[in-house]
């Protein structure tokens, strides 16, 4: 779900305050801010290469790509920084809610934090020392352990000509129903999208999960695993303790990610892979 403003702008608020130049209609509307992957119409990002995001999305790019409306800039990422910026102050992003809001029976512990614009499913157990962070939404029948933190900020920084910048985090996080977390675990919220855990899934202790990644359904992450960002895993996939996953790399359905693995490559369904590089063993029966 990308990032929706409390208040669209025109594409010619935006070219003035990012210094841009603009030879189409300027009056189009902004409503949304997008990761480059996913887009649409109304919507904005940044965009240098790869997947080209879904027609109708403004593009801040380097060099103009057919069939788009392009805003032309030597850094995008930069000045999509500068706009989410300009809109968090001037106008903000619509919330989930003003309040948090709970469903029946959530238990809460002792010193736990729970932000506005949370949303907690019915039967769910938060447990003492918690902190849960605006855009969080989490589901029914879950768990989550003592020391965890969820929908905070991650790692990123962007070069600017004179500063390294921090790249504001305006996504969220979603958990589905009967997922627990284990204790001190970290998920961080996404950077545009959001970061999902899907139905059933289960993670061990110290687990850390970067911005932007997907967990499909029943798989379990054992203590220890730190995903980098943009990772996705399919369904019923198992990740081995102390496991180390490298940024955008994919991760099939009936899985198996050995202990101490380090991924650099994509794993394919049914895979056994471990060592360092993580390399496969064989593949399993379904």
């Given amino acids: 779900m990308a990032a929706k403003l409390s208040k669209p702008i025109t594409l010619n608020e935006v070219c003035q305050?990012?210094?841009?130049?603009?030879?189409?209609d300027?009056?189009?509307?902004i409503e949304f801010i997008s990761d480059s992957n996913v887009g649409g119409y109304n919507s904005i990002c940044d965009y240098v290469?790869?997947?080209?995001?879904?027609?109708?999305?403004?593009?801040i790019t380097?060099?103009?790509?057919?069939?788009?409306?392009?805003?032309?800039?030597?850094?995008?990422?930069?000045?999509?920084?500068?706009?989410?910026n300009y809109v968090e102050l001037e106008h903000g992003f619509e919330v989930l809610c003003e309040s948090p809001k709970y469903g029946e029976n959530v238990r809460i512990g002792k010193n736990t934090v729970i932000e506005n614009g949370?949303?907690?499913?019915?039967?769910?157990?938060?447990?003492h020392n918690v902190v849960i962070h605006t855009g969080t939404v989490i589901g029914a029948h879950c768990v989550i352990r003592s020391g965890a933190t969820i929908g905070g900020e991650g790692y990123g920084f962007v070069q600017d000509d004179e500063f390294i910048l921090r790249q504001p985090f305006i996504g969220g996080v979603r958990l589905g129903d009967r997922v627990e977390v284990g204790y001190n675990c970290a998920i961080v919220r996404?950077?545009?999208?959001?970061?999902?855990?899907?139905?059933?899934?289960?993670?061990?202790?110290?687990?850390?999960?970067?911005?932007?990644?997907?967990?499909?359904?029943?798989?379990?992450?054992?203590?220890g695993v730190s995903f980098c960002?943009?990772?996705?895993?399919?369904?019923?996939?198992?990740?081995?303790?102390?496991?180390?996953?490298?940024?955008?790399i994919n991760i099939g359905s009936n899985a198996l990610v050995g202990l101490g693995a380090v991924v650099t490559k994509n794993v394919g369904n049914n895979e056994i892979v471990a060592g360092n590089p993580a390399k496969v063993l064989r593949t399993q029966k379904n």
């Avoid at 057919?66 to 706009?83: D, F, M, Q, S």
């Fill in 17 to 24: 305050l990012l210094g841009l130049s603009l030879d189409e």
């Fill in 26 to 29: 300027g009056e189009q509307q």
């Fill in 49 to 59: 290469k790869g997947q080209l995001p879904a027609k109708g999305t403004v593009l």
């Fill in 62 to 84: 380097p060099q103009a790509v057919e069939g788009y409306t392009c805003l032309l800039a030597e850094n995008p990422t930069v000045r999509l920084i500068k706009l989410i």
């Fill in 118 to 127: 949370v949303v907690i499913g019915s039967n769910t157990v938060i447990e």
């Fill in 190 to 223: 996404g950077a545009v999208e959001d970061t999902v855990l899907e139905d059933d899934v289960k993670l061990d202790n110290l687990v850390h999960i970067a911005h932007d990644v997907n967990i499909g359904k029943g798989s379990t992450i054992t203590a």
């Fill in 229 to 248: 960002g943009y990772v996705c895993v399919g369904e019923n996939t198992r990740i081995a303790p102390n496991a180390t996953i490298k940024q955008r």
